[in-house]
C-alpha cells in the first residue's frame, strides 16, 4: 500500500524535456528518485512547475503513471488534473484516478475571468464526478485570482473527499483565515516558498514549493525542524529558502531557472518546453552563485 500523506514537503515537480521538446522519461525516472532519496513526503506530477499547460492529454497520462510506477509505494502521488475547462479537467482527473494517483490538485479554471459562482460550480462538478481525494489549487500568479477562504471552507464543508488546498498566493492573512475555517479537517499546504514556516506556525500541514525540485533536502530539513521545535533553526533556514525562492522563482522565468539549478547540482532536468527558453548566460552566471551558496549550507 502506498503512504498517502497531505503533509509535509512535497514537490510539485518539473518534467524533463530534450532539446527537441520530447520527454525524457528516463531522466524523470532519475528525479523521482533523488526526490525521495531527500526525503520528501510526497510528489505532484504535472502541475505548474510540470508545465501542464504545455502538456498534451497523453503526456499527462504518460507522466503520472512513469511516476507512480518509479515512486512504488514509498510517497504520496498527487496528480495535477486541472484545465481551463470543466469537461476536460474531469476527463484528466477521472484518467489520474484511473492510474492510481492518490489524489489530484486541481487549480482554478484560467483564462476567462470568472465569479465565485462560477468557480463554486466548476469545482463541485469536479468532486461529483470523481471520488478520490482532490487538492484545491489557488495561484493567482497563474490564474488571474485567488480561491476565498470562504469559498474553500464551503466545499470541504460540503464534500468529504476535498482533502487540502495549495495556497500559492503568499497572501499570509487569507492562509490564516483558511486555517481557522478548515484547517481541522484538511490539509492547508504554503504553495509558496516564502510562507512556508508562517503557514506549519498557523496550523498548516506542509508546503508544496517549487524550490524542492532543487533543494529537497532544505525544504525538508526546515519541515523537521519545526515539527522537532527548533524555531531559531527552522527560521534559519527560511530565511534561506526566501533567498533561493527570490532567484530562482520570482527573479526569472522559474520553469527555466530551477532547470537550470538542477542541471548545475547534476540531475537531468532537461530543458524548458517553448515557448519558456533556456536561461540567458548572464542570468546562468547569477542561478550558480546562488547554487553554489545553497550547496554549502547545512540542513
Not at 69 to 79: N, W
Not at 141 to 165: D, M, Q
Not at 188 to 208: C, E, K, N, Q
Request: aromatic share 8%; proline share 5%; charged share 20%.
Amino acid at each position: 500500500m502506498r503512504k498517502t500523506r497531505f503533509e509535509g514537503i512535497i514537490v510539485p515537480h518539473i518534467t524533463p524535456f530534450t532539446a527537441k521538446g520530447e520527454i525524457d522519461f528516463e531522466a524523470l525516472r532519475t528525479c523521482v528518485r533523488f526526490w525521495i532519496d531527500n526525503g520528501v513526503s510526497g510528489l505532484m506530477p504535472c502541475g505548474s512547475n510540470g508545465e501542464a499547460p504545455y502538456l498534451a492529454r497523453e503526456e499527462r497520462q504518460k507522466i503520472i503513471a512513469t511516476v507512480l510506477e518509479e515512486a512504488k509505494s514509498d510517497v504520496t502521488v498527487i496528480a495535477g488534473t486541472g484545465a481551463a475547462s470543466t469537461w476536460e479537467t474531469i476527463q484528466l482527473t477521472r484518467e489520474a484516478a484511473d492510474l492510481g494517483v492518490d489524489a489530484a490538485v486541481v487549480v482554478s479554471p484560467y483564462y476567462f475571468r470568472l465569479s465565485n459562482r462560477e468557480i463554486l460550480e466548476h469545482y463541485k462538478a469536479v468532486l461529483e464526478a470523481v471520488d478520490i481525494p482532490i487538492i484545491l489549487y489557488s495561484v493567482p500568479k497563474f490564474t488571474g485570482y485567488a480561491l476565498e477562504p470562504a469559498l474553500i471552507a464551503k466545499l470541504a464543508t460540503e464534500y468529504s473527499h476535498v482533502a487540502g488546498v495549495k495556497d500559492s498566493g503568499g497572501n499570509i492573512a487569507a492562509i490564516a483565515e483558511t486555517i481557522r475555517l478548515v484547517g481541522d479537517r484538511i490539509a492547508v499546504l504554503a504553495g509558496t516558498a516564502d510562507v512556508v514556516l508562517p503557514t506549519l506556525v498557523l496550523g498548516g500541514r506542509g508546503a508544496v514549493v517549487a524550490v524542492a525540485n532543487a533543494f529537497p533536502k532544505l525544504c525538508v530539513g526546515l519541515y523537521e525542524a519545526f515539527k522537532r521545535g527548533s524555531l531559531q533553526k527552522a527560521a534559519e533556514m527560511q530565511r534561506a529558502v526566501n533567498h533561493i525562492n527570490d532567484v530562482l522563482v520570482k527573479r526569472f522565468n522559474q520553469l527555466s531557472a530551477i532547470k537550470e539549478a538542477m542541471q548545475m547540482l547534476g540531475l537531468p532536468a532537461g530543458y524548458p518546453r517553448k515557448p519558456a527558453l533556456p536561461l540567458e548566460p548572464m542570468e546562468k552566471a547569477e542561478v550558480k552563485r546562488l547554487v553554489d551558496w545553497a550547496s554549502s549550507l547545512k540542513p
